[in-house]
């Protein structure tokens, strides 16, 4: 009768319960999990066959753990790899074991329910210890694991199956919540240059060995989370590395005094074994100092503290990253950096290049000094306050001027800004103007 699909489903059904003549019912599409793929390492089954069928292990029985095997490649009749182990399959005259073994991703099904008591002997995990840590013991946490980041290859049947599995727990009051996880988040994947897949077959495999050789880690591990967004599918770009290595290049500079660095890389050069030992030499930038921030520098730092933490929250790296550029850039234009924000940035930037953060705290700082067990800094608003704004000034419509106020005026000044401006009165002298419209913060 024209309603839409849905709500038509739900009548009909509604409907048939009503006459008893069915009932609503949930299907659900399981795919097929490969149990044909056997495995050594895969979950054995506690199940044994004798004359009379198969038969479960008792409790005493349990856990039952696979023999120690070699050779654990599938038999050549097809068996699987644990009918090589000969007397672990028999468990008595006329008993055999079961030699088949569930996908070896069976166990990450419940995996992260282990890893909450993982010392347990008696259980795979107490319901004090479930409850804590999945939420259900106060109300106002987040109910199953807070924070799910899977690769799209795992998207469908790895998430179905846990899913599925915890639900079947949750039926059985073994756990005590309906969903395994609050909130997922699939990475993308990183494609070869040719922007296909990765595959050895196409030659495309970009070796992690070779970049790390030529640019290091940190910028390996920067250029990664640089790439995009975290859930979509990116080609690699070796030039976009070395983008990432020269921002490091330019952090070390804002911090390092220049010559000593030239004076460093020669002795390496000559003494490529003296490595830490010619660290020491290196000299701060006579620009780095023991003074106090200016509120313009305040005021830069904690724009980067707010973005860089907020975006971190929302696992927004490449525009985190972005930020901690655009910091980089302003204070290698300051005649003094004070060491006090050298410091905070270093802890913001510690997550996305450990190793070239730590050795520069330790530099400011001296001795052995580590960023390791520093609080992370936090933003203050009141340093984020505009002293002054733009703003745009129309005439009829038209971009006319555009006026530097400050941000605390009241709207009959902001008028009469505006119609001082000298770019106006061309465009009104001699006519009489009968309107004007503030938009506060944007337009005149």
């Given amino acids: 009768d024209g309603l839409p699909t849905p709500e038509a489903k739900r009548t009909i059904t509604a409907w048939l319960e ?20 056997q495995r050594y390492w895969g979950e054995p089954f506690p199940i044994v066959w004798d004359e009379g069928g198969h038969v479960g292990l008792s409790e005493h029985d349990l856990p039952l753990t696979p023999p120690d095997l070699t050779d654990f490649k599938p038999t050549g009749a097809g068996d ?5 182990a000969g007397d672990w399959c028999q468990a008595g005259e006329g008993i055999t074991r079961e030699t088949n073994t569930m996908p070896q991703w069976a166990g990450s099904c419940w995996y992260y329910l282990r890893y909450l008591d993982a010392q347990n002997c008696d259980r795979f995990v107490a319901e004090r210890a479930e409850r804590y840590w999945m939420g259900s013991a106060n109300d ?43 909130k997922l988040v699939n990475q993308g994947l990183i494609l070869g240059e040719d922007g296909q897949k990765m595959s050895k077959s196409r030659g495309n495999v970009v070796n992690p060995d070779d970049i790390l050789n030529e640019f290091g880690s940190d910028a390996f591990r920067l250029y990664e989370m640089f790439m995009g967004p975290l859930e979509m599918v990116k080609p690699w770009n070796t030039k976009g590395v070395e983008g990432v290595y020269r921002f490091l290049g330019r952090v070390w500079r804002m911090l390092i005094d220049e010559q000593s660095e030239k004076e460093f ?13 010619l660290l020491t030499a290196l000299k701060l930038d006579e620009a780095v100092g023991q003074v106090e921030a200016t509120p313009e520098q305040l005021k830069v730092l904690h724009i980067c503290i707010k973005k860089v933490t907020e975006d971190m929250e929302h696992l927004r790296f490449n525009t985190a990253i972005s930020a901690l550029m655009v910091f980089t ?26 190793h070239i953060a730590e050795e520069l705290y330790a530099k400011v700082n001296g001795g052995d000094s580590t960023l390791a067990y520093q609080p ?15 703003m745009a000034v129309q005439v009829n419509g038209k971009v006319r001027d555009r006026i530097q106020i400050p941000a605390d005026i009241d709207e009959a000044a902001i008028k009469q800004l505006a119609l001082d401006s000298g770019n106006v009165k061309r465009h009104t002298d001699g006519k009489s103007v009968k309107k004007v419209i503030v938009i506060p913060g944007k337009l005149v």
């Fill in 18 to 37: 009503e006459k008893a003549l069915g009932q609503g019912m949930i299907n659900y599409k399981l795919r097929d999990w490969l149990f044909s793929r």
């Fill in 80 to 84: 699987p790899p644990l009918a090589r």
């Fill in 140 to 182: 106002d946490a987040t109910l199953g694991v807070d924070l799910y980041v899977g690769g799209t290859e795992h998207a469908v049947l790895h998430l179905l199956y846990a899913r599925f599995w915890h639900k079947v727990l949750f039926d059985l009051d073994q756990v005590s919540t309906p969903e395994p996880f609050y």
């Fill in 265 to 277: 890389e020669q002795q390496l050069t000559a003494s490529p074994d003296r490595g830490l030992e």
């Fill in 329 to 354: 850039n302003e204070a290698l234009n300051w005649d003094i950096r004070p060491v006090t924000v050298m410091n905070d940035f270093l802890l913001l930037l510690a997550p996305f290049a450990p």
């Fill in 376 to 390: 992370w800094p936090s933003h203050n608003d009141e340093y984020l306050i505009e002293s002054s704004i733009e």
